[in-house]
């Protein structure tokens, strides 16, 4: 209540602020940046409240400037305190009901005996299970299946294939961003496994077959595709999309269940595409993120040194220093997140 009557104070001190004149607003403005600077070196800094917070928050995606005056902390603790904004939030939607009645001891026990024994699956079990009266559903048999030791002449046999194939292999993966407003955003992309090349993406609010179905005619729109293409179980990837896939001329190949090293590339880009970009700003809406990566995707094809490729995906030119003075330059890239370093003459 106190916080909330300080922040209403605060406004009606900025409605008189209009009526004041040039000078004497200058001089106040002065006077508050003073104090503030003051404020700003004080050890240990007072604590700011939920609705401080929530002010700056708002701030920064209704003014464009608000890094300029922003003194109290730094901008990346804005992001912070909205990143923490869209995990409240979402948890509190995806709060648990009563759910279902706990699984009885028993039947936990004995689902593992009769994998131990006879070395069933969940099917079998699942169906054994129904005929001594218990009444329990397959995913609930899976969920208490012992894990089996892995098997690493199949996993061994995936990566021969992703080697040997390389050259001829695509992969297509999604990517979930939220916005400003706790909004969520689908990003589609298609990378090549060869180069590391990023060829397509898209951004949507509402993703469905059709639309991805669209999104690999504009990725495939002349003669040359791959041979294969990588894709997961999600849902979205229904029988209708390996359809269109086929139609291309093209091979589906989905990876296993719970199993996202099997697409290695297309997650490993999704990491760094967050590590690089993503973690650093607030997405105001889907132009805002179709800018963004844009502007990310040309850096990453042309520019970029990939650490397995020593190059771009797109090949980039070795730039010998041209003369002893020539100096480095640096190229801001995604509003400077990054930078391209180039050899300059001195003037």
Known sequence: ?????????????????????????????????????????????????????????????????WKEVLIIVKPETVVRWHRKGFRLYWR?????????????????????????????????????LSKLGFTISLATVSRYLPK?????????????????????????????????????????????HRRRRLTHFNVTTNPSARWVIQQLREAFPGASTPRYLLLDRDSIFSAEVLA?????????????????????????????????????????GERHLRRLLADYVAYYNAERVHTRLGDSPEGRPIETRPSPTARLVALPRIGGLHHRYVWAEAA
């Open 148 to 192: 089996r030791p892995p098997d690493l002449g199949r996993r061994q046999r995936w990566i021969t294939f992703l080697r040997n194939h390389q050259d001829a292999i695509a992969a297509m993966d999604f990517c979930i961003v939220p916005t400003v407003s706790f909004q969520l955003l689908y990003v589609w992309f298609l990378i090549d």
């Open 1 to 65: 209540m106190q916080a909330l009557l300080r922040f209403a104070t605060l406004l009606l001190r900025c409605v008189l602020a209009f009526f004041r004149g040039r000078g004497e607003q200058a001089i106040v403005e002065l006077a508050l940046r003073q104090q503030l600077a003051t404020y700003a070196q004080a050890r240990p800094r007072p604590k700011l409240t939920s609705l401080d917070r929530a002010f700056w928050v708002a701030l920064h995606r209704l003014w464009p400037r």
């Open 244 to 284: 269109a896939i086929r139609g291309f001329g093209i091979d589906p190949v989905r990876t296993a269940y719970r199993s996202p090293w099997q697409n290695a590339i297309a997650e490993r880009w999704v990491g760094t595409c967050r590590r690089e970009l993503l973690d650093h700003v607030i997405v105001f």
């Open 92 to 128: 509190a939607l995806s709060q648990r009901g009563p759910g279902r009645p706990c699984i009885p001891q028993e039947a936990r026990e004995l689902i593992r005996r009769l994998a131990f024994e006879n070395g069933w699956g969940a099917r079998k079990i699942h169906g054994e």
